[in-house]
């Protein structure tokens, strides 16, 4: 008798057939005032995508040092990513992720005075 698979449940990455992969990403919008004198920032997010690819329950997991930029980040995944959702058994379900999702300011220069 093989297990019932449960559209209530969270699967981990590792539980699933297929993990969720991404379809498209937009970039937050332009903040970059924020940024002070950083030319890239990092933020760990957890967050559930569910069978349907929607994000839900997103969660700063680690912080990129500026409070502004971890919301614009988190609200960014959640409304202007999408997702093929996970699969396990043939079945499309839900599945925790953590990503550490990486923002690099366009006007960056490459070169660097060391003085």
């Keep these: 008798m093989g297990l019932a698979i449960s559209l209530q449940h969270v699967y ?3 539980e699933v057939d297929n993990p969720p992969t991404v379809l498209f990403s937009r970039g937050p919008r332009d ?3 924020l940024f002070g004198e950083s030319t890239e920032l990092r933020v760990t997010l957890l967050f559930v ?3 349907n690819g929607a ?3 997103v969660r700063i997991a680690k912080s990129s040092g500026i409070p502004e930029v971890d919301t614009i980040v988190a609200e960014s995944v959640q409304n202007d990513w999408g997702f093929a959702p996970a699969s396990k058994k043939g ?3 839900r599945c925790f ?4 999702i990486r923002i690099q300011l366009p006007h960056a220069s490459r070169f660097q005075a060391l003085n």
């Design 12 to 14: 981990q990455r590792t």
């Design 31 to 33: 903040h970059t005032a």
């Design 49 to 51: 995508v569910e069978p």
């Design 55 to 57: 994000i839900t329950n």
């Design 91 to 93: 079945k499309k379900v």
């Design 97 to 100: 992720l953590q990503e550490q």
